[in-house]
């Protein structure tokens, strides 16, 4: 069974910073940390659920349009943990961050709710909250 767990969110004023963390465990049919896309969303109250960034297996990041270049995601194979670091942040930021993980690829496109049943691996969430 593959698990990952979000660390890392928090309360901060705009314009602040904040480095999410995403810790993998387990394997799937041999597959491990290493052979897994590794993607962040988020989804504010009332809101559809929107993809962040997604970092293949050999670390390529792409970004969804609303960053901005404001975050950048990186992964450690070591450790087996993906980071999305969040500088200039802004009140609409505002949401839970999940971490998401899957031997094909991340979903990009989904309906409004996350797509939590797609991949092989979702966590629980992480509240960022940014207040003016």
Same mark, same amino acid.
């Given at each position: 069974e593959v698990r990952v767990v979000e660390s890392g /969110?928090? &309360?901060? $004023?705009? /314009?602040? &910073?904040? $480095?999410?963390?995403?810790?993998?465990?387990?394997?799937h049919g041999g597959y491990t940390f290493g052979?897994?896309?590794?993607?962040?969303?988020r989804q504010a109250p009332g809101a559809r659920c929107e993809l962040i960034s997604v970092i293949s297996t050999d670390a390529k990041p792409d970004y969804a349009d609303f960053v901005q270049g404001r975050f950048t995601i990186s992964r450690d194979n070591d450790k087996n943990t993906v980071y999305l670091q969040m500088n200039s942040l802004k009140p609409e930021d505002t949401a839970v961050y999940y971490?998401?993980?899957?031997?094909?690829?991340?979903?990009?496109?989904?309906?409004?709710?996350?797509p939590s049943q797609a991949v092989n691996a979702w966590g629980q969430g992480t509240q960022v909250t940014v207040s003016s």
């Open positions: /969110g928090g &309360s901060v $004023r705009t /314009g602040e &910073s904040l $480095r999410l963390a995403c810790t993998y465990s387990g394997s052979d897994a896309e590794m993607a962040w969303y971490c998401a993980a899957d031997f094909y690829k991340a979903p990009r496109t989904f309906g409004s709710k996350c």
